[in-house]
């Protein structure tokens, strides 16, 4: 029924294509997004969406929607424009700064956002000194027009222009230009835009998020050799790509303008440092309230006026490299560090919610200090987590700094961690549902099955050793229990080797009712190592369920690695 339907739409749009033109008045993406949703059935349709006033609400009306978007009607004259005031006709987005008619994007992801009508556009961007810098520390930025990336530049030049588009009849797009390597190496400035339209106002600001988020990191947030091609590179500009970091991605999940303040090797007490002596020239609490730590971007931040609801706070993995040394002590000084700057973010975002997190890269043991200390500091607004440290399997990026799996997996945690602490509803996709389960194993020797489990917390993976087969493979089961899994699509997947001529069989089912599985398989019985990755639905919640893997049959050990339960939907 729905083939039939999107063929019948389809023709009419070609048929409408070859008409006439109809006046139609200027729409919003959001009112064409709204008819494709009506005219299936999924929303109830308005009179306002009769474009033509034919007294029929069709296909018809949508593609006179699509003219009006794309094409907007030229109202006079085609005449070419110079938009300069930055600030006034765009949305700005993170830590900039306006100086001599230029608007500079400062930090990673800072940007300017809006829609551009006209015939023919183009924007002209500026380098800062950073541009006379080697090719591997120059600025490196963006420029995307309805969300695809036209340009990547790492800028070697004091000015350039970048055209964004061209053609015979006039078009609205959305144009987003990004810094995105870090404020350490140089900004970029946006200096202008020219247009040829007939639109009295060609360039105009993209509407405020609901939401606004801060980011306050080191080289993870800069997303510091996402893009390297191995854990064996040094740094270099053009691997740094914020638009891969775990920040943008959270953001873009959650719907949010974002911020972000981030150095390469920063710390709170002390930066990276190889020799074990603290670096205090490499500190983040002494410049976060000014723009930058440059003297030419060091100006006070203008708080009230960008307020967050959200700040994320990824400090320590530079000072675990001081505080390593000698724990207890350094440990110490840390948490001090981390109460004061706690109270710092307080005082600029009195209304946020702070998040504070540790643990991409390691630093395990630094992490109780960071704990120790919102604690200390007593904010009912202020919560901590551990964040899951990257696996091998994931993949690095330069100097064995996170990559873009590890950047995705982290930014579905953090969103869901911030709409727990907003206490708004979160879709839980992306999340390993297996990551905080139960693991262990129940030996029936009643029926003749006997062994032991034995569980790494290391590498999360689950060992049982089988002495003695029983009956039935009941008899023995491995599992992963306490599972609160919401109604949706899933993906189970884990790594093991069973024992040669036993199809070793896996299920996700109901703790409290056997009779309800939602997943099953079976392995191979070659006795070759095999990577299961199977996908399925659950019909409905159920916030007791296991993952069972049956065992009962065999009289060697196995064991299961990376046993994960992602939600993809």
């Not at 997996?409 to 390993?432: T, V």
């Not at 002495?467 to 093991?496: H, Q, W």
Request: aromatic residues 8%; charged residues 20%.
């Amino acid at each position: 029924m729905h083939k039939k339907r999107n063929a019948i739409l389809a023709a009419l749009i070609l048929a409408v294509e070859a008409m006439m033109p109809v006046r139609v008045y200027a729409v919003s993406r959001k009112e064409v997004d709204r008819l494709v949703k009506s005219l299936t059935a999924a929303e109830s349709i308005s009179e306002a969406d009769d474009q033509n006033q034919d007294g029929v609400v069709n296909a018809i009306d949508l593609t006179l929607m699509k003219r009006a978007l794309l094409f907007p009607p030229e109202s006079g004259a085609v005449t070419e424009q110079t938009v300069k005031e930055i600030e006034t006709y765009t949305k700005v987005i993170g830590r900039t700064i306006t100086k001599d008619g230029i608007t500079w994007l400062v930090h990673s992801g800072s940007a300017v956002e809006c829609t551009v009508t006209g015939r023919e556009a183009s924007v002209t961007i500026a380098g800062d000194k950073a541009v006379n810098s080697g090719e591997k520390s120059r600025p490196r930025y963006g420029v995307y027009v309805d969300g695809v990336l036209i340009k990547d530049v790492l800028m070697s030049e004091k000015e350039q222009t970048v055209q964004l588009f061209t053609g015979t009849r006039q078009r609205t797009a959305t144009v987003k230009v990004m810094h995105l390597s870090e404020a350490n190496n140089g900004a970029i400035g946006v200096k202008q835009f020219d247009v040829k339209s007939a639109a009295a106002e060609p360039v105009k600001p993209t509407p405020k998020k609901k939401l606004s988020v801060e980011f306050i990191g080191d080289s993870i947030t800069c997303a510091y050799g996402v893009e390297a091609e191995s854990q064996y590179v040094g740094f270099e500009t053009g691997t740094e790509n914020f638009s891969k970091s775990y920040a943008y991605l959270t953001a873009q999940f959650l719907d949010a303008d974002y911020s972000a303040v981030s150095y390469s090797g920063y710390g709170i007490v002390s930066g990276y440092t190889s020799s074990g002596a603290a670096n205090t020239s490499s500190l983040l609490p002494p410049v976060y309230e000014n723009i930058a730590h440059q003297a030419i971007y060091a100006v006070p931040w203008d708080f009230a006026s960008h307020p967050n609801d959200v700040v994320v706070v990824n400090l320590g993995t530079n000072d675990d490299s001081y505080a390593k040394h000698d724990l207890e002590t350094r440990g110490k000084e840390y948490q001090a560090g981390y109460e004061a700057f706690l109270k710092t973010v307080r005082k600029c975002n009195p209304d946020a919610v702070i998040i504070c997190t540790l643990g991409i890269m390691g630093c395990e043991e630094l992490y109780p200090y960071l704990e120790a200390a919102v604690k200390a500091v007593g904010d009912a607004k202020t919560v901590c987590y551990q964040s899951p440290t990257q696996k091998q399997s994931d993949g690095y990026g330069a100097d064995w700094h996170p990559s873009p799996v590890t950047h995705q997996i982290n930014a579905y945690i953090l969103a869901d961690k911030i709409c727990e602490a907003l206490g708004i509803a979160s879709s839980k996709i992306g999340l390993d549902m297996a990551a905080d389960g139960e693991y262990g194993a129940e030996i029936d020797k009643e029926h003749g099955a006997n062994g032991w489990p034995y569980f790494s917390e290391w590498d999360k993976s689950m060992n049982v050793t089988m002495t003695a087969a029983g009956d039935s493979p009941e008899a023995a089961i491995a599992y992963v229990r306490n599972l609160s899994l919401p109604k949706g699509s899933y993906e189970l997947s884990f790594r093991a080797t069973p024992q040669k001529g036993i199809p070793l069989q896996y299920s996700v089912r109901s703790m409290t009712d056997h009779s309800k599985v939602y997943c099953t398989g079976r392995m191979n019985a070659d006795g070759t190592e095999e990577t299961v990755l199977k996908a399925f639905d659950m019909p409905e919640a159920d916030t007791e369920c296991e993952i069972v893997f049956f065992l009962g049959e065999m009289s060697t050990a196995v064991t299961f690695h990376e046993v994960t339960l992602f939600k993809r939907g």
